[in-house]
């Protein structure tokens, strides 16, 4: 069983090659190929999952070795693939939502002369996420995590002739690599530390080092699950994101590549385990993106960064319980799996609005949406939701452990972190709320409206095929686009609930992350009970401001709060005054000094050279009487020479 | 007396490169093909070297020794180890690409022109070119060595000087200026490295008595050779000097950007994928193999003038308008890798230094040659005057980003493993040079990126609206050049296994053992 | 008469004609100085045959005969030519390689 571990990440891998290298010819069925590959790939992890299933809890891990990739004295790099527990959510995860994505952007993508190879990028994206989680050495699953990486970057620069979408792809790919630099760094550390960089050699020697240099590298993995997950401080590139297609938003910036950082640290869990002082880090950086995303999430009125703004907060909430160690992984998987519903739905949602309505983003021009889009609205509605934790739905059950975990941290840090959490549920009750308000209820404000206003241009170029500044005209989407959203609303109801009766994702995990159960101070049921009131207060105010009164189609100015949350809480400001124009100086500088000084030093001496033998050449004069007195001059001193050596 | 074969391996593009200039001027095709046809021979000849050589064997392999100036101890000795032979390879591997990429490079100009250019001769420089490039990896006599790592700058002086791109913004007269002062610095800058060499040469004549890198190596090794602490250090500065200017490092390296910048694609391709590694080539096996202990001593401060090197083309490369010169201060920064790997003295560390040389030249080549074809398109060299080509020429632009991702080592290409290795090498025995290193790879994403967004994204130009896609002989160009190194970045073991050894014998020339982790966890 | 007088007359002619080479303009008269200074040779080297008791010396100095006639001949040659071409045997004039 174990060889078709490597075909799951085969199947789409084929895809990409076949879709990019085919060239038009692959035009008509291109995206049914992609499709295909990708569904091929989910049935493949299907199978290993049946397979799973029937072993025993404690046999669960297949491993898979292909060949040996960088043999160098003392360094053992192969392609060796693991199967686990852990892998294997991911696995069914990826390829689901993947292949459900696929089938959505046959619809989206219609009018897309360049259809077939966003697909082949699609499925390159698969098969680079699924390396990421199979690999089971640490060098692997860097090649996954920049593979990704790269996808992402094609993905969200893929309608290139937008210089807005090229600029927010290269950002994201730098971003990235600045936390991939921790990933390097992190696997040197333990290459010098272990002698190798392999899960097994790694986790189970742990012990025998220094807590010091656990630290080390804990940071720096932390540094990478930074910078792929979004989080503080290296957030800036998912707002950004949001230029590439909708789906691509769903697959990769909400459900999957960005979760990619969580998976790193419960990957990571031994390591994080025995160095408190990174957990407690983790745990900042998770507190403080869930705020961050949270308020930035409050404050925009582009549909997809609103979102983009949700993701970033609830992937805080997931780096948070991983933070807390045991305790919290297994809850940090499952709000990824239940949010990988229900944020892929939302997302396709938003998709399906857009695609409705000229491609416009900007809330404020929505409203009234719901008779036009009933099946929009109502899987939209049960992802909104899941995602505030409505009873009984997946977010609840997911998120509410998060908040129990950290409140049983214990200590100021854990009343810190579980009031964090709490607050957060309630910033995330009224952002979506609000959401959800300007988009389906209230006025129809996008009545008289030409679209396509300058400071919001269409995302999707589809809208040329409908008239510039035609009015809207909501209407629902195909079926091939609705049917995903529907089993994505069906997951978002259901998986939390499926996932909790009886713990079964505890007992299936468990074998590879480990659980523990802590003391909290307060009890279960006071942590729902707060996490309910939050949720009331949330939607409450949202409600209160957008819900009873009309909503303004131009954005009022906002307190200083919004103004700066509308910004990204000017941390892209920050970026752009001391990165960006800083970097432009040094590099202006350098290219100055290579010219003028180290090339000035070579010119120079070759100029000095120059200089040397001008003056030296005034003394070939050309006067024949010249010549003949250093003629002279010469001789005599070869003589007086000649009788000085004698005389000596 | 066994057949010469690296003999013939040189001495075949040499011919071939006599053959190619005595074609009559009307026959220039025929020249062309005549020095593709030699190329792809000497292709066959470096492939029969390549399967010949036993990587488990002796170092030296399929050597020829032969008395030549007696009364000085210079001898014709030939003789390739497992770096030598992937450089041999690497070098005939890019000839024939190089050949079919500037197939209409020297094509005559347009009638009008006052300038001459005779196509034969491009062609046969390029092959003479490739016939000392090969000696010089396969020299194993010091003063073999220095004639052929001298005698390359000639043809290198005339390709660059006489052939530059077609078109130039400024007119003829001004683009030929700066062609002739990018070709004589080119000259000079490496005469002046090889007369320090040649002062050294001498001085290790006077010290050893031969020649020999084999036997110097050796009596050196068994102690039979004792050198003076300062005269060592004397010594391998001269030749590190020479190396150092050919490779290029920091702050020697101001020619490089020059001598690309001015000459047509294909011979900056062949000035910085084959070329330059002579000199990286050279450091490795006659820096440490004859003066170990001065290596050792000069060590920090080279790794010092790596780690700049890397930074510093790297920044450099991100303040460049022209796209040529980019490329060039990339590889400044690529040669600041390879150079640190090789001083870090790991296993890792050169064991990816060579192989670092090989996806260099193979990374380089590729963009570098679609950044060709692109310039011959547009007839500029700036990235302002390029925008939005993905969407008239999509075949292009993805070469391009494919050579560019791999430029900026991207996992899953060739040049990962390589760069990961020598910083992973690095890292075990200097860990703060290791990290500040790996900036280079931000760094790397952000000119590579850069570069691509403003030449191929965006809103189209009007002036490259009519560019045409890439054309088939481009493709055979290109097309192989990617496989391999999407091949060597997923299975780079048939170079790591050819390579080992000869590093492993490199370490011992230099008594260093790699660090132990502090905890054994691999066993 | 003591030969080492002869010596003496040779230098200070020598000193004459190299004076003469070195400050005179005239073409002539650097000539004549020239002759001058192969004369006093041709006087030192019979002086020393005479001094030594062999015939080299005297032998040279036929050589040095040939070799300033010969020299005349063309001396004399490129002097009258330039005085054609330039109007003036002044030496100075003719500096064609100054730049």
């Keep these: 069983m174990e060889n078709l571990i490597a075909l799951l990440i085969a199947a789409p891998l084929l895809g990409a090659a076949v879709l990019l290298v085919g060239g038009r010819r692959l035009d008509a069925v291109g995206h049914w190929i992609g499709t295909l590959l990708s569904a091929a790939s989910f049935v493949i992890g299907l199978v290993l999952f049946a397979g799973l299933l029937g072993r025993d809890a404690g046999s669960r891990t297949l491993i898979q070795h292909l060949f040996s990739w960088i043999p160098v004295a003392g360094f053992q790099a192969d392609v060796t693939f693991r199967l686990d527990q852990l892998s294997m959510t991911f696995v069914l995860l990826i390829t689901g939502v993947g292949s459900l994505i696929h089938l959505y952007s046959v619809g989206y993508m219609e009018h897309d002369e360049r259809r077939r190879r966003f697909f082949g990028y699609l499925n390159l994206f698969l098969a680079a996420m699924l390396l990421l989680v199979l690999a089971d050495n640490y060098l692997l699953l860097y090649v996954g995590w920049e593979g990704v990486g790269l996808a992402s970057y094609l993905l969200i620069g893929f309608w290139q002739h937008k210089p807005s979408a090229a600029t927010a792809a290269k950002k994201a790919f730098l971003v990235n690599r600045v936390g991939d630099m921790g990933l390097s760094i992190a696997i040197m550390l333990m290459f010098t530390t272990f002698g190798s960089f392999a899960f097994g050699p790694v986790f189970s020697h742990v012990g025998d080092t220094s807590q010091g240099k656990l630290t080390a590298i804990a940071l720096m993995l932390l540094l990478a699950a930074c910078g792929k997950s979004a989080q503080v401080p290296l957030q800036s590139w998912l707002g950004d994101a949001m230029e590439g297609p909708t789906p691509v938003s769903a697959l990769i910036h909400a459900a999957t590549m960005v979760t990619a950082g969580v998976y790193l640290i419960v990957r990571s869990g031994a390591v994080f385990n025995a160095a408190p002082d990174a957990q407690l880090a983790v745990t900042v950086v998770g507190a403080v993106t869930l705020l961050f995303g949270a308020i930035v999430g409050c404050a925009k009125d582009d549909i997809k960064k609103a979102l983009a703004g949700s993701t970033m907060s609830q992937i805080g909430y997931m780096v948070l319980a991983a933070g807390l160690g045991p305790i919290g992984y297994v809850f940090a998987i499952m709000h990824l799996v239940t949010h990988g519903f229900f944020k892929a739905g939302l997302f396709l949602g938003a998709g399906s609005v857009m695609h409705g309505m000229n491609d416009e983003v900007d809330m404020r021009r929505y409203g009234g949406l719901r008779k036009y889009m009933p099946v929009t609205f109502i899987t939209f509605g049960l992802g909104y939701l899941a995602i505030i934790g409505f009873p009984g739905l997946s977010g609840f059950f997911s998120k509410d452990k998060i908040i129990e975990a950290a409140f049983a941290k214990g200590g100021t840090e854990g009343w810190i972190l579980g009031g964090a959490a709490l607050l957060g549920a309630a910033i995330t009750a009224f952002y979506m709320t609000r959401v959800m308000l300007m988009t389906f209820f209230g006025e129809e404000r996008w009545r008289n409206q030409p679209t396509r206003s300058p400071e919001a241009p269409s995302a999707e170029p589809a809208a040329e095929h409908r008239g510039e500044h035609a009015e809207p005209h909501p209407h629902e989407s195909p079926k091939v686009m609705t049917i995903p959203m529907i089993v994505l609303a069906v997951g978002s109801v259901f998986g939390g609930a499926f996932f909790s009766i009886g713990d079964r994702f505890l007992h299936w995990l468990e074998p590879v992350t480990g659980h523990s159960e802590g003391n909290s101070p307060v009890s279960a049921w006071t942590v729902t009970g707060a996490t309910m009131v939050c949720l009331v207060v949330g939607v409450a105010i949202a409600w209160a401001q957008y819900g009873r009164k009309p909503v303004p189609a131009v954005a009022p100015r906002g307190s200083l709060l919004t103004r700066a949350a509308r910004r990204d809480l000017l941390q892209d400001d920050f970026n752009h005054v001391v990165l960006v124009r800083g970097g432009e100086h040094l590099t202006r500088s350098l290219v100055y000094v290579d010219h003028t000084l180290v090339d000035g030093v070579v010119n120079g001496t070759a100029a000095g050279f120059g200089g040397l033998s001008g003056r030296l050449r005034r003394v070939q004069n050309g006067f024949a009487r010249s010549y003949a007195v250093s003629m002279f001059g010469g001789a005599a001193l070869l003589v007086a020479a000649t009788l000085l050596m004698r005389a000596v | ?523 | 008469m003591n030969p080492v007088n002869y010596l003496y007359l040779a230098a200070l002619l020598f000193t004459i004609g190299a004076t003469g080479v070195l400050i005179r303009r005239n073409a002539i008269v650097v000539f004549m100085c020239i002759e001058l200074m192969l004369n006093a040779c041709n006087l030192a080297f019979v002086t020393f045959s005479r001094m030594h008791g062999n015939l080299d010396g005297q032998i040279i100095a036929f050589f040095t005969m040939v070799v300033a006639a010969a020299e005349v001949v063309v001396g004399l040659a490129i002097i009258v030519s330039l005085f054609r071409t330039r109007h003036s045997a002044s030496v100075d004039d003719a500096s064609l390689m100054k730049l």
């Design chain 2, 1 to 523: 007396m066994s057949f010469p074969l690296l003999t013939v391996t040189a001495a075949l593009p040499a011919l071939g490169a006599v053959a190619t200039a005595a074609v009559p001027a009307a026959r220039r095709t025929a020249a062309k093909w005549l020095a593709l046809v030699v190329s792809l021979a000497t292709l066959a000849l470096a492939i029969t070297v390549l399967v010949r050589f036993d990587p488990g064997g002796a170092r030296y392999q399929l050597t020829e020794s032969h008395a030549w100036i007696a009364d000085f101890g210079v001898r014709y000795e030939l003789g390739v180890d497992g770096i030598g032979v992937a450089l041999v390879a690497l070098t005939a591997l890019l000839i024939p690409f190089i050949i079919l990429a500037g197939w209409h490079d020297a094509d005559p100009l347009e009638t009008g022109s006052r300038r001459w250019r005779p196509t034969q001769g491009f062609f046969a420089l390029i092959l003479a070119v490739e016939a000392m490039v090969v000696l010089s990896f396969e020299a194993t006599d010091v003063f073999l060595f220095y004639i052929f790592f001298e005698a390359m700058l000639i043809p290198m002086y005339f390709l660059i000087g006489g052939f530059g791109d077609r078109a130039h913004e400024h007119g003829e007269e001004t683009a030929s200026t700066q062609r002739s002062y990018a070709a004589v610095k080119f000259l000079l800058y490496n005469l002046v490295g090889g007369l320090i060499m040649l002062a050294a040469v001498i001085g290790l004549y006077v010290v050893a008595g031969n020649f020999s890198l084999q036997e110097i190596a050796h009596a050196r090794a068994t102690g039979s050779l004792h050198m003076a602490t300062s005269t060592e250090r004397w010594l391998f500065l001269g030749f590190f000097f020479a190396f150092a200017v050919k490779a290029p490092l920091w702050p020697l390296h101001t020619w490089l950007p020059n001598a690309m910048q001015e000459s047509t694609a294909p011979v900056a391709v062949l000035i910085t994928a084959v070329v330059d590694k002579v000199g990286t080539f050279a450091m490795l096996r006659f820096c440490l193999g004859l003066f170990p202990e001065a290596s050792k001593w000069a060590t920090p401060v080279i790794l010092v003038l790596a780690l700049i090197s890397i930074l510093y083309g790297a920044l450099l490369a991100v303040g460049q308008r022209d796209i040529k010169r980019l490329v060039a201060y990339a590889s400044i920064s690529h040669f600041g890798f390879i150079i640190m790997g090789i001083f870090a003295m790991t296993s890792q560390g050169q064991s990816g230094a060579t192989l670092y040389m090989v996806n260099h030249g193979l990374s380089t080549a590729a963009l570098l040659l679609v950044v060709g074809f692109l310039i011959s398109r547009r007839g500029s060299r700036l990235i302002a005057d390029y925008g939005g080509v993905q969407k008239v020429a999509p075949v292009l632009a993805g070469t391009f980003l494919i050579g560019g991702l791999a430029t900026l080592s991207l996992p899953g290409l060739a040049p990962f493993v390589s760069e990961f290795l020598v910083l992973v090498g690095t890292f075990t025995r200097y860990p703060a040079i290791g990290i500040v290193a790996t900036l280079g790879i931000v760094l790397a994403a952000l000119y590579v990126l850069v570069l691509y967004q403003r030449t191929m994204t965006g809103p189209v130009k009007p002036q490259v609206s009519a560019m045409p896609d890439l054309r088939v002989r481009e493709l055979v160009v290109v097309a192989p050049l990617i496989a391999l190194l999407i091949f060597l970045g997923v299975y780079p073991k048939p170079v790591t296994d050819i390579v080992n050894p000869a590093v492993k014998q490199t370490m011992s020339d230099v008594h260093k053992k790699d660090p132990k982790p502090e905890v054994e966890a691999a066993k």
